[in-house]
């Protein structure tokens, strides 16, 4: 549980993302990205919850990004998020220059190293996370314009989904949980 619950919360926000007929291959380099910046801005004494906010900001402008480009100005979708991986990546390399910043306060790496009942907190992250998605996506009417949109793009379009607005919100999802993937993997290692 310990060792997949980073990537069960990535495969939340993917599983929306898949059902609506779209992909991202940018989420480790959005990952890397964001426990960059906020190890970065937690290494020049830059609050928490700041340094958190900047790190998730960030990540789901790459979402943005990846959004716009693929629902609105249809770009291909896999060299698209191949590109905002490799641009997340640079800027993640760029920042440390291949060192990883360390010596976070302790507030920020109970985010990632706290047990409670003798199970990591990661667990509970995956758990609440999964459990609101799978929530949203059977129970609720953004659940089905997800699975309308990906069972035929132009019926959902003629029955009145925005697809486009669609998928841009579920490239944000999805970055913003690599996003807080990256905020509690930089809190954990």
Known sequence: LNNMALESIALAGLTMLLAAGLF???VDGIVAMSGVIVGKLLNLHVGVVPAIAAALGAALLVGLV???FINKLRMNPLMTTLATWWISAGIALGITRAI???GFPRAFQDLGQLRIFGVKI???YAVVIIGFFAIVLAKTRFGYHVYATG???RAALLHGVNVDRLGIILYMIVAGLAGFIGV???ARL
């Open 66 to 68: 990846n959004g716009t």
């Open 184 to 186: 509690v993997m930089a």
């Open 122 to 124: 990661l667990v509970y």
């Open 100 to 102: 990883s910043p360390y």
């Open 24 to 26: 991202d291959l940018s």
């Open 151 to 153: 069972g035929n793009r």
